[in-house]
């Protein structure tokens, strides 16, 4: 990752303003109705969960307290600290254990272990080699377990422009942009597709792939102070939830969420 640890360390107080956001809290609320949907009745029994890249532990809280064991990796030794803290204060301490390690190069006892779930969220927009990513992700997983990958959107940056900004000059040439900046983390990042990122996954042999949108609303309304206000914010979740995976507006959302099974058939 051409990122260094310290990048993401020195930005922890913006970063956690932006989790607490109402953009930041939908991203969390979303992405858990997703794997809760792709999991299915599994969901009930305690899995064995790896999340790469995963910060400060905001998945892998919200999955610990449904009862499931956590392994976080990351190489941002105050992202992890936080997120043991975060794990701990919630008085799930025993389900979460937190690892510093490069996700491309993970231990060998990680990388052998056979997990039920593999999440990869918000991890593809910080690297060149999409498939590299993946397939050492998958290498975790066991054969039948769940994968999640969530990345930020390429399609929806036209669109933004246009509606946030009213730039029509910059929507346009953002049309076969590849490339945007990280306000929080103040860092380059790479726009991917959930058509081109399906198509690695099952080049990997994944299979049942399903593609949710994450912010298919709340990012394209301009007036942000009014998405604090608990109705308000009440009524968007709801909206978001009941768009999430209803196509066509994933294509659009901010972020894409893709669920896919390791192993065909």
Not at 155 to 165: D, G, I, K, S, Y
Not at 205 to 225: E, F, M
């Amino acid at each position: 990752m051409p990122e260094t640890a310290e990048t993401f360390d020195d930005a922890m107080s913006r970063w956690r303003e932006w989790q607490e956001a109402p953009w930041g809290r939908l991203r969390y609320t979303l992405a858990e109705a997703n794997l809760l949907r792709s999991l299915g009745e599994n969901a009930a029994r305690p899995l064995r969960v790896l999340d790469l890249a995963g910060g400060d532990g905001g998945d892998a809280v919200r999955l610990a307290a449904l009862g499931h064991h956590v392994t976080v990796v990351d190489q941002a030794p105050a992202m992890l600290a936080a997120a043991a803290g975060r794990a701990e204060a919630a008085g799930l301490g025993a389900l979460v254990t937190c690892v510093q390690a490069d996700v491309l190069a993970l231990p060998a006892d990680l990388a052998r272990a056979g997990f039920d779930v593999v999440l990869c969220h918000n991890l593809l927009q910080y690297v060149d080699d999409v498939r590299a990513v993946l397939a050492t992700s998958l290498t975790s997983l066991r054969h039948g377990g769940l994968f999640s990958v969530m990345a930020v959107n390429r399609h929806a940056a036209p669109l933004l422009t246009a509606v946030r900004e009213g730039d029509l000059a910059a929507a346009l040439a953002s049309l076969d942009a590849d490339r945007t900046r990280a306000r929080t983390f103040d860092a380059e990042l790479r726009l991917y597709t959930a058509e081109e990122t399906t198509a690695h996954l099952a080049a990997l042999g994944c299979r049942d792939v399903c593609h949710y949108g994450i912010r298919s609303v709340c990012d394209h309304l301009t007036d942000d102070a009014r998405k604090y206000e608990p109705a308000y914010y009440a009524e968007l979740e709801r909206l978001e939830l009941a768009l999430t995976a209803r196509h066509p507006y994933p294509h659009t959302a901010r972020l894409f969420q893709l669920t896919a099974r390791k192993g065909q058939g």
